[in-house]
């Protein structure tokens, strides 16, 4: 694991508590360290501030998305705004933290990003049509490559991050079926983070402004109280 802070304390602290928790901890102070570290001994997940000096945490996830690493990315913000968040998304980051924040919940995020990338990682047996068949799967107008990680809707090609990939995939295979918060949490981050969490609210609206297209019908719909379901109006 690469770990970027650039708060001493903090850094330290985390540090010593991954390395309780298991973890084989590379830890430096900046962008530059991060990215220089990271092409040297390319890690199996990031842990990234976004505020520090000279490159920061977005633009060392920009660059090596641009390389095109798909390491799991996780975020450190102190910033609390939507936009923000939907900036550390758009950069190419998988999952974010708001600090300050508990060393439980960065365990917990870690590991299904970690769980996300195993092989031989698999859907919980009690969410409904959730073993995917290799090949395609499609549903009101979208197409889904399922093994080369691809999407469309019509003949326009979405630029999806691995999290919005897989909340979009168990929409489509469940499409016509309202999934409550828990089970999409429990499904794609391992976690039920509480009804006080807006990190799926976050995704799923992102997820909305890649696929919305004008004068078309919307495909994602929130059941108010529930959760989401894809089907098309």
């Known amino acids: 694991m690469l770990l970027a802070e650039d708060d001493r304390a903090i850094r330290h602290a985390l540090e010593r508590a ?16 991060a990215l220089a570290q990271a092409h040297r001994t390319p890690p199996d997940v990031l842990v990234l501030d976004v505020m520090m000096p000279g ?12 390389e095109g690493d798909r390491t799991p990315i996780l975020m450190l913000t102190a910033l609390v705004e939507t936009a923000d968040r939907i900036a550390g998304l758009d950069a190419g980051a998988d999952d974010y933290v708001v600090k300050p924040f508990d060393v439980e919940e960065v365990f917990a995020r870690l590991r ?18 959730m073993k995917a068949p290799p090949g395609q799967v499609s549903v009101a107008g979208l197409r889904m490559d399922v093994q080369a990680r691809r999407a ?3 003949t ?14 168990l929409l489509v295979r469940n499409a016509g079926i309202v999934l409550d918060h828990a089970t999409i949490y429990d499904r794609i981050w391992g976690y039920d983070f509480g009804p006080g969490s807006k990190n799926l609210a976050v995704y799923v609206g992102y997820l909305r402004r890649k696929l919305d297209e004008p004068g078309a019908a919307a495909l994602i719909h929130t ?5 989401y379901v894809l089907r098309e109006d």
């Open 18 to 33: 991954l390395t309780l928790e298991g973890y084989e901890v590379t830890a430096v102070a900046d962008g530059v360290e």
């Open 55 to 66: 490159i920061d945490g977005l633009q060392v996830c920009r660059v090596l998305r641009a």
């Open 112 to 129: 299904a990003l970690l769980r996300r990338t195993s092989p031989e990682s698999g859907a919980p047996a009690d969410v409904p049509a």
């Open 152 to 154: 469309w809707r019509g």
């Open 156 to 169: 326009r090609e979405l630029e999806l991050t691995r999290t919005e990939f897989e909340l979009l995939e």
């Open 223 to 227: 059941v108010r109280g529930v959760g």
